[in-house]
């Protein structure tokens, strides 16, 4: 480690990129507290990283504002003082066009990407700036950067990263916490386009036929790059795709 940085809070630890962020960081010596819905996932985690890392779990759903206060207030003291806040957990529902979208995905796109992620930042970043030590590196998505057919709110809520991120940047001004957006492209060994198509393994699996897509380790890698900088360097926003991947450009309709 080569910073002050010794406790990491991971959300959406228990898959995916989360649990290759946890593995990383884990791997650079943090005292982690991992949090995610579901706590078996969660101790089979613990059990991979101890005794090399110190773990804490938080069961949490971070919809529930009142539930992530209380379990972040319930902190035990030794990982009480985050120093670096990584904003995972999120998910795409549904690739209907807007027109054909079920509400409930959309509800459950924005409780969780957008208020779950202000939900946890509102708990934890006092704490960084009166310690005046601290990074929250958010996990955008390219899908906030390029509109693309289906992704409506999804891609909405990932742009409500980014920008929430930059304002962080803005207020942050005159602090020592730092505040990186990384906006992922396809990313494949994880669950994300299975909960995408809910369930349907088959046209998840699909996605990433024929092709090399990201790996959550890959964004890990640019997590612990982000935070192992130097002090007075802040990299605000981060953009990765694989190299298989573009973005697709305008489209016309023609008259018949
Ligand atoms: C998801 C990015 O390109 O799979 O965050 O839609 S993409």
């Not at 030794?78 to 999120?90: C, E, H, K, M, Q």
């Not at 992620?117 to 390219?142: K, Q």
């Not at 995408?196 to 024929?210: F, H, L, M, P, S």
Request: aromatic residues 6%; glycine residues 8%.
């Amino acid at each position: 480690m080569q910073n002050e940085y010794r406790t990491a809070l991971v959300t959406g630890a228990s898959s995916g990129i989360g649990r290759a962020v946890a593995k990383q960081l884990a791997n650079e010596g943090f005292k982690l507290v991992l949090v995610a819905r579901r706590t078996e996932r969660l101790q089979a985690l613990v059990e991979e990283l101890e005794p090399k890392a110190s773990c804490h779990i938080l069961t949490c759903d971070l919809r529930d504002t009142d539930g992530v206060r209380r379990a972040f207030d319930g902190l035990p003291k030794d990982f009480r003082a985050i120093d670096v806040l990584v904003n995972n957990a999120g998910l795409a529902a549904g690739t209907e066009p807007a027109q054909k979208a079920v509400w409930d995905d959309w509800e459950e796109m924005i409780a969780t990407n957008c208020m779950g992620l202000s939900n946890v930042t509102h708990a934890i970043l006092p704490g960084m700036v009166e310690r005046n030590c601290g990074h929250i590196v958010n996990i955008g998505s390219v899908a906030g950067i390029y509109a693309y057919r289906g992704g409506n709110v999804y891609g909405a809520t990932k742009a409500f990263v980014e920008h929430f991120s930059r304002g962080l940047k803005t207020d942050l001004l005159g602090t020592a916490v730092r505040i990186s957006n990384i906006a992922p492209g396809m990313v494949g060994d994880c669950e994300f386009s299975l909960v995408r198509y809910r369930g349907d393994a088959e046209k998840a699996e699909a996605v990433y036929t024929d092709l090399e897509p990201l790996d959550p380790a890959a964004i890990a890698e640019c997590v612990a790059w982000c935070i192992s900088r130097p002090a007075h360097v802040n990299i605000l926003n981060m953009e990765v795709m694989a190299t298989c991947q573009a973005p697709g450009g305008l489209a016309v309709s023609r008259n018949e």
